[in-house]
């Protein structure tokens, strides 16, 4: 009877949390003077958003965006605009969606190998995040285009690391399966660091030169290559740079 009693409390608790209406965050820009001439700006619109993330939840948002009074634009003719700094840095232009809910699905999607439903379940399970099994897709190859941005942003810092030891010897390899294309992969021996992917129509001189010229170019020369005796990768060796 006073289990009964416990579960019915609870029910109606977590009823009454769900009916209470959430107060909306306002977010505004950091700054409110144009960037070019530094004149006031007005309010453009105030609009609401509703924000999903892993480390804030679901949060009603109102977010303000301001316009040059003057009408100053952008060297790309835009009218000169300031929105909240807090967003860009939670959730990609214009989503819902946080960056934090984009890393969850790229990691167990493609880093642990699990199936959308699973990950879907366990956003719903650990972190009380309902979304569908096609934005999870979405939202993993979202992972892997900004991820391959984040790789190319960070050339120099991994050339220098690259330079202090020395250089380093490049494992070249492509491989695929049949009706499905084929992977091109260079990949450093000593740090183990995979230096680019790409897919390829087939593994010809034609295709694999541009990017071996490519990664030389943004990580420096290898000290040596390590590769198999397939004629494609053997006959673009050579035109690469100096190996």
Known sequence: MIRKEII?????????????EIL???????????????GEMK???VRPRRLVSIQHGEVSSRITTLICKKGCKTPDGRREIRRPEELKYLVPYGANIAYDVEVFCGIKRYLEGLQREVIKKQLENEHHIIISSRSI??????????????HTSRSQA??????????TPWHVDATGEEGSGTVL???????EW?????????ECE???????????DRFGDPRAVVRDFGKGITLALPFARRF
């Open 8 to 20: 019915q409390f609870k029910g109606e608790v977590h009823q009454s949390l769900k009916n209470i």
């Open 137 to 150: 897709s979405v939202l993993a190859n979202q992972f892997v285009e900004h991820f391959n941005k984040l």
């Open 185 to 191: 992969i260079v990949y450093t021996g000593w740090r």
């Open 158 to 167: 991994f050339r220098d690391v690259l330079k202090g030891d020395g250089g």
């Open 194 to 202: 995979v230096l680019g992917t790409w897919k390829i129509a087939t």
């Open 206 to 216: 034609e295709q694999i030169k541009p990017h071996l010229h490519e990664t030389a």
């Open 43 to 45: 309010v453009r619109n």
């Open 24 to 38: 909306p965050v306002k977010l505004n820009p950091n700054e409110t003077s144009c960037p070019q001439c530094q």
